[in-house]
């Protein structure tokens, strides 16, 4: 079973970073994509950028120059460097991992908040 725990969510004014944390553990086999979500209040899910096993990246248009994601050494590791954070970007970030076997998990997700 793997699990997947982010961190480094918080409150933060206008224009600050975040820097949010996504650790798989448990049987952890070949990964496929490592992805962040995100989900404001009252709105539908939507990816914010993702990963490949070859460290291909792509990040959602709203964030593209903001957003950077990146993964650890250890592969099961990926981060989401959110920089010049603006009030729309609050939402409930939440990871996703996908194996090359299909099996795909989530993580609780971890708020962020951006208000003054």
């Known amino acids: 079973q793997v699990q997947l725990v982010e961190s480094g969510g918080g409150l933060v004014q206008p224009g600050g970073s975040l820097r949010l944390s996504c650790a798989a553990s448990g049987e952890v086999f070949a990964i496929y994509v490592m992805a962040w979500y995100r989900q404001a209040p009252g709105k539908q899910r939507e990816m914010v950028a993702r990963?490949?096993?070859?460290?291909?990246?792509n990040v959602e248009e709203s964030v593209k120059g903001r957003f950077t994601v990146s993964r650890g050494n250890a592969q099961n590791t990926v981060y989401l460097q959110m920089n010049s954070l603006k009030p729309e970007d609050t939402a409930v970030y939440s990871c996703?991992?996908?194996?090359?076997?299909?099996?795909?998990?989530w993580g609780l997700g971890t708020q962020v908040t951006v208000s003054s």
């Open positions: 990963i490949t096993s070859h460290g291909t990246t």
């Open positions: 996703r991992q996908v194996e090359c076997s299909g099996l795909e998990y």
